[in-house]
């Protein structure tokens, strides 16, 4: 199982019940709301580092994360800086901001879509 899909299920977790509320809430306190906007908005989604996502998250939601999955605190942090923008993009299809109760999105689906995007781009001639 590749990082992405262990850091599916505590992704989950960490959006539902009106959890993505309180990480947009911390992502605009650290800083990152411009960010936060584009994966709400209808524009492309910014791209968001390992680095911000610690910062803002915190040590201890990345090690917790870490801790149940297994495997290192950066791979945890570079897996949610991929998928977080794509789970948010698709709990605000109206570009409005999620309400307590928005549907999280099922993140292996999100990566099975986002891996197989990558596998239609052309490769190097």
Known sequence: MDTLSKVAGPLQD????GGAQNVLAK???GGLGDKVQSWVGMAK??????D???SVLGNDTVKSIAAKVGIPTDKVAGA???LLPQAVDKMTPDGKPPAKDAKV???AELIKNM???TARLPGPK
């Open 45 to 50: 989604n910014l791209p968001i580092s390992a």
């Open 14 to 17: 960490l959006l539902s019940g």
């Open 80 to 82: 949610l800086a991929k």
């Open 27 to 29: 992502l605009h306190a």
């Open 52 to 54: 911000q996502i610690s």
């Open 115 to 117: 891996q197989a995007a």
């Open 105 to 107: 999105p099922d993140v």
